[in-house]
């Protein structure tokens, strides 16, 4: 029975890890801007759904196999990504995706208002590390001096907003999908 469980476990990480891939591809068109990825949106997912442990697995597969060279980022692959002011967010995701789900199991989340914190909570993580990460890249690594205001306002108007409209959905979906998830015994 061991092995089933390890087993299932680890089908559930290569599932997020690609459906988090696919989020990159996946994108929002937003009239009169660009568009948004639905990358977030699975990420958190993985959080309520798997628990932190697994769950920061699944986006580290993620980032691993990008870094490898394979392009599952929205903008390619490879090791040279990590010199991207935008590779933060996808450490961000790891951490968002370990925050999300320990706070869900320690809440033994069910409901939509269970959800929504923690996914809250990953969405800050995810901000936190990449404003920081992308602040060091461009002032330190390609010596563009770029004030922590200007980077914070490069979230606006369409990322951090389409974030947080991912955590409502998010919230609203987990609910549905672990009860199915448990009913088929897939938790």
């Known amino acids: ?17 690609a459906l988090i891939a696919a989020g990159a591809f996946l994108q929002v068109p937003v009239p009169f801007m660009d568009y948004f990825t639905l990358q977030f949106l699975f990420v ?44 933060g967010y996808l450490l961000g995701f790891i951490a968002a995706a370990a925050l999300t789900g320990f706070l869900c199991e320690k809440m033994q989340a069910a409901r939509f208002r269970d959800f929504l914190p923690a996914a809250f909570a990953g969405l800050a993580v995810t901000y936190l590390i990449g404003f920081a990460y992308k602040y060091m890249i461009l002032n330190f690594h390609l010596g563009q001096k ?40 897939l938790l």
């Open 44 to 87: 958190i997912l993985a959080g309520m759904l798997m628990g932190g442990k697994r769950a920061a697995i699944a986006a580290g597969v993620y980032v691993a196999v990008g870094l490898c060279g394979i392009p599952v980022f929205a903008a390619g692959g490879g090791p040279q990504y990590i010199f991207r002011p935008s590779f």
């Open 146 to 185: 770029t004030p922590l205001a200007v980077i914070f306002l490069s979230a606006f108007p369409l990322d951090l907003p389409g974030d947080i409209l991912l955590c409502i959905v998010g919230s609203g979906l987990a609910g549905r999908l672990r009860a199915a998830l448990k009913k088929e015994e």
């Open 1 to 17: 029975m061991k092995t089933a469980v390890s087993t299932r476990h680890m089908v559930l990480c290569a599932l997020f890890a």
